[in-house]
């Protein structure tokens, strides 16, 4: 009965390679992102979507692309890996946005080498 | 623009020890106010959160107060226990957007 679910949880891949990272939430929530926490646990929004339609995009390369095919799903995929977007990737979900809480995801480290 | 400061982690205290973690920000207008746990290996889970302004947000024995006066929120706990190991987030949103500014976290350890 997992509310947040990504997939993988542990990725790593050569420099160069397009890899995609999926996310679902069972909860029946409008609002999902997807969040990138670096080596020193910096937290960063990158992107929100609101019923699939994107709402934020934080000054991400364009390299980075989320795709939501429902409500319920925000896959994030990435192109041409760089090693500085090693980090662990949370996604999340609200029935609304702020203030309403946020459920996170368990996380997904990816490691490019 | 808006800002979040919380204290350089990380901080270490014995088992049953007081725990105060600082907290101040930067918004216009009036923010929504929380504060987020990771514990090891796990995503962030919101511990307690104040909306508005001499609110107190409480949960697990942990509690916090929206101070607009200082903009603190500052985290505490009587007696923490080895469980309460984790990183702490504050956070804010100033409820124009769906987007939530996170503090850099502090690690808190607790040692039995």
């Known amino acids: 009965d997992t509310a947040v679910s990504q997939t993988p949880k542990y990725l790593v891949t050569q420099m160069g390679n397009d890899k995609s990272i999926k996310c679902e939430q069972n909860l029946g929530h409008d609002t999902m992102y997807w969040y990138k926490q670096d080596s020193k646990k910096f937290l960063k929004i990158m992107f929100s979507y609101n019923n699939k339609e ?58 490019v080498l | ?7 350089e982690g990380p901080v270490t205290l014995s088992e049953e020890a007081f725990l105060t973690i600082n907290c101040t920000y930067t918004a ?29 947000g409480s949960n697990k024995g942990f509690e916090a107060t929206y101070r607009k006066e200082t903009t603190s929120f500052h985290l505490e706990k009587g007696s923490v226990q ?28 607790i040692l039995p």
């Open chain 2, 28 to 56: 216009t207008g009036y923010p929504s106010l929380f504060w987020y746990v990771q514990y090891p290996g796990e995503g962030l889970q919101l511990l307690l959160k104040a909306t508005k302004a001499d609110d107190k």
């Open chain 1, 54 to 111: 994107l709402i934020i995009n934080e000054t991400v390369p364009n390299r980075f692309s989320p795709k939501s095919p429902d409500k319920a799903h925000l896959n994030l995929h990435i192109n041409s890996l760089e090693l500085g977007d090693s980090a662990v990737y949370f996604c999340a979900s609200s029935q609304v946005g702020p203030p309403d809480t946020q459920y996170f995801g368990p996380g997904t480290r990816l490691t």
């Open chain 2, 1 to 7: 623009g808006n800002s979040v400061t919380q204290m």
């Open chain 2, 82 to 109: 080895v469980s309460d190991s984790a990183v702490y987030f504050c956070a804010l949103s100033d409820n124009r957007d769906d987007k939530i500014i996170f503090g850099k976290g502090t690690r808190l350890h």
